[in-house]
C-alpha cells in the first residue's frame, strides 16, 4: 500500500522541521568545534566557557591512545557539543584563528624586513630604517639602539662570512617585537 503523503497545510500553522540532512550537517558541525576546541592546550581550552562534563571528556581525549577509544571519544564530544551553545564558543575560536593569522603576518613582516636590511647596500640601511621606523609604533631610545646594534652585527657576520644563524636571529627577534609595538 502506497504511503500516505501529508501536505503542508495551507495557512501554514506547522513549523518548517530542518531535514535529516539537515540535523546531520550541523551534528557532524558541532562535533567539528568540539574536536578543534580539545586540540588546544588545557590552558587555553580553561579559558573558554565549557561546560564541566565537556571539558572532562576533551581531557580524557586528550589521554587516551587506542585508535577505537579516541573515536568513541569523539563521538561523545560531538554529543556533549549538542547541549551546550556554540556561538560563544565560536566566537572565541575566531577570536583565536585572527589573533595567530596577525602573529603569522607580523612574523612574515619581519622577516622581509630582515631580508631587505641585511641584503641591501650599507648606504641604503639608514633609509630603509627610517622607513621602517615610519610603519612601528615609537620606540624608546633603547629599542632604536638594540635596532642598530642588531643590525650592524648581521651585516657584519654576513661580510665575514660567518655562517652561523646567530645575528640574523638575533636581527628577526628584535624587528618582530618593534612590529608588535615593543610588547616582546
Excluded: C
Excluded at 607580523?106 to 641604503?124: C, I, K, V
Excluded at 652585527?153 to 628577526?172: I, Y
Amino acid at each position: 500500500m502506497p504511503r500516505k503523503r501529508s501536505s503542508p497545510s495551507p495557512d501554514g500553522d506547522r513549523p518548517e522541521k530542518p531535514s535529516r540532512s539537515a540535523n546531520k550537517r550541523g551534528s557532524h558541525a558541532r562535533q567539528a568545534l568540539g574536536l578543534e576546541i580539545a586540540r588546544l592546550t588545557a590552558a587555553e581550552r580553561a579559558a573558554l566557557p565549557l561546560p564541566p562534563e565537556l571539558a572532562e571528556a576533551m581531557d580524557l581525549l586528550d589521554r587516551l591512545t587506542d585508535r577505537e577509544g579516541r573515536r568513541r571519544q569523539e563521538q561523545y564530544i560531538g554529543r556533549l557539543m549538542r547541549d551546550v551553545d556554540e556561538e560563544p564558543l565560536r566566537r572565541a575560536m575566531a577570536g583565536r584563528q585572527a589573533r595567530d593569522a596577525a602573529e603569522v603576518a607580523r612574523f612574515h613582516a619581519a622577516e622581509a624586513w630582515r631580508a631587505r636590511l641585511l641584503e641591501a647596500p650599507a648606504a641604503d640601511v639608514p633609509a630603509l630604517l627610517e622607513e621602517f621606523r615610519q610603519g612601528t609604533a615609537p620606540a624608546s631610545a633603547e629599542a632604536e639602539a638594540e635596532l642598530l646594534r642588531a643590525v650592524d652585527a648581521a651585516r657584519a657576520a654576513r661580510a665575514r662570512g660567518d655562517t652561523s644563524p646567530r645575528a640574523a636571529r638575533v636581527l628577526f627577534r628584535v624587528l618582530a617585537a618593534a612590529l608588535a609595538g615593543g610588547g616582546d
